[in-house]
């Protein structure tokens, strides 16, 4: 054994040592940017919940305004460290959404253990699923064949190894081996891990994306970042890309300055993932800021998870859903997200709902619109199964934007307009008014429906009467509207009752 990490260690350290960095041309060593995933120990999916009760936690207090990630944990559910979960010796399937981190952690685990500081008593390697489909045809995807050749073992030997149990063996992206191929792949692995229960297996797979349980593995999800594990990684990734150290420092300063401003929530609900976060720390260290247009950010970060991040690591898929063109994923997307926006619960859909509006948009069978959502899920992480059967867009920042798109690509402002009164249509209107290519018509049709409301409350009436008073016994050159505007929002601020304003 001892002999075979000695002839591995320095291909391991060089292959999965490094890794790349989104928005940089160059790789990194992990070390320097490597910040350990929590993981929760019970599946979001496999959660019996009601929709009224997660609704509930999502407004009484559970969950931070317009963060999704906590629905329905509760407040029993810990999170662990990714690297203490392996202790317990039992196979492992991670699945977590795109750009969460699963592949970064399985680096770190084989580095580590490479370094002898984790399970060192076993003999680490790293197989990544979509390169196995090339590289382990030859031997029939024979994983015992596979690592006897790859440690250079005879076939006595490689026995001799697995069934002592003297293998850490992990597999990243079972879910970007699809077709007969990845059919062969996930019942090899499920025979290897029954010929060698002795041998700790760790698989890694993209939420919602595997059809079959795996016996005898405990299933784990990667959890969003933490405020905490935000910072360090903002920390790591502008001290990796900065030219020296102080300036890396007063960068990480002034990012987390303003991430984490009042009117900048919506961008710290989108950056809780490692890929989402390296896409906002890449456009404020190219630009001193974030996008003066919120949605900027938001197209980018759509982008990002429809199209570029497969691209980067090759990966095809072969769902129908595949063959949708980028433009008419976001409408359809756009769609569902306008749908459940409009109703008094905006968040959580029934899945037989959502599954309902894709058939509705598509123009296909249930069956086959069941296939589109997993596809959406797998491929994209941008609808999540917050418990079994009920389901959210991943993040509420895109569900605001996707509604926006909706709207302004129709031009259907006065429908937009009728919304003015529901508070949870603020982030829309406000991202409306930045991607309309004219905004007079909306907010014309806005002022219309505000001035109606006005003009069928009573209570309404006597404040503005108030106001207009309050502001004739007012002796000053400031313009009357600004003094109407000073009144307006103070007595706003403190709700002083009618009767008690002076």
């Not at 303003?258 to 490692?274: D, G, V």
């Not at 400031?478 to 000073?486: C, E, G, Q």
């Amino acid at each position: 054994m001892q002999q075979v990490r000695s002839h591995i260690h320095d291909s391991i350290q060089s292959l999965h040592g490094v890794m790349p960095l989104w928005g940089i041309d160059h790789w990194v060593p992990l070390g320097d940017l490597f910040v350990d995933v929590n993981i929760l120990e019970s599946l979001s999916s496999n959660r019996r919940s009601e929709l009224g009760d997660l609704w509930q936690d999502f407004t009484t207090g559970n969950s931070n305004y317009r963060s999704l990630d906590r629905i329905g944990l509760g407040k029993e559910q810990q999170r662990v460290s990714g690297l203490t979960v392996l202790e317990k010796d039992t196979n492992l399937m991670v699945v977590g959404k795109p750009g969460s981190g699963k592949t970064t952690y399985l680096q770190r685990i084989v580095t580590e253990c490479n370094n002898g500081k984790l399970q060192a008593q076993r003999i680490p390697v790293l197989i990544k699923l979509r390169e196995f489909v090339d590289d382990g045809r030859k031997y029939a995807y024979n994983l015992e064949q596979f690592l006897g050749q790859l440690w250079r073992l005879s076939n006595v030997d490689i026995e001799l190894v697995l069934n002592q149990g003297k293998a850490l063996v992990l597999l990243d992206g079972l879910d970007e081996v699809t077709g007969e191929a990845g059919k062969q792949i996930t019942r090899e692995i499920k025979r290897f891990a029954r010929a060698y229960s002795q041998v700790l297996v760790v698989v890694t797979c993209r939420t919602q994306s595997q059809e079959s349980r795996f016996e005898r593995f405990d299933y784990v999800e990667v959890a969003d970042f933490n405020e905490e594990q935000v910072k360090a990684f903002a920390e790591h990734w502008f001290g990796t890309v900065c030219a020296n150290a102080g300036k890396g420092e007063t960068k990480t300063r002034e990012f987390l300055e303003q991430l984490f401003r009042e009117e900048n929530k919506p961008i710290q609900e989108l950056a809780i993932t490692p890929i989402l976060l390296s896409l906002t720390c890449a456009v404020f260290q190219q630009t001193g800021k974030f996008y003066s247009k919120r949605s900027k950010l938001y197209e980018e970060g759509l982008e990002l998870l429809l199209v570029q991040w497969d691209k980067s690591r090759s990966v095809e898929r072969d769902e129908i859903y595949r063959d949708l063109s980028v433009e008419r994923k976001l409408e359809l997307l756009s769609y569902v997200a306008v749908k459940k926006f409009e109703q008094q619960q905006y968040v959580l859909f029934e899945q037989e709902e959502l599954e309902g509006y894709i058939g509705e948009f598509l123009g296909i069978e249930r069956r086959e619109s069941q296939g589109v959502l997993r596809a959406i899920a797998s491929q994209h992480g941008l609808l999540i199964e917050r418990a079994h059967k009920v389901w959210s867009f991943s993040h509420l920042t895109f569900q605001e934007y996707l509604v926006a798109k909706w709207f302004c690509d129709k031009q259907n402002w006065q429908s937009l307009a009728s919304q003015i009164r529901n508070k949870h249509w603020r982030e829309v209107f406000l991202l409306a008014t930045e991607m309309a290519k004219t905004i007079d018509k909306l907010l014309l049709l806005m002022k219309k429906n505000i001035d109606l409301i006005a003009n069928n409350n009573q209570k309404i009436h006597q404040f503005m009467n108030w106001l207009s008073q309050k502001q004739s016994s007012i002796k000053t050159f400031y313009k009357p509207s600004a003094v109407r505007a000073f009144y307006l929002v103070a007595n706003s601020n403190l709700h002083i009752p009618y009767g008690n304003r002076s």
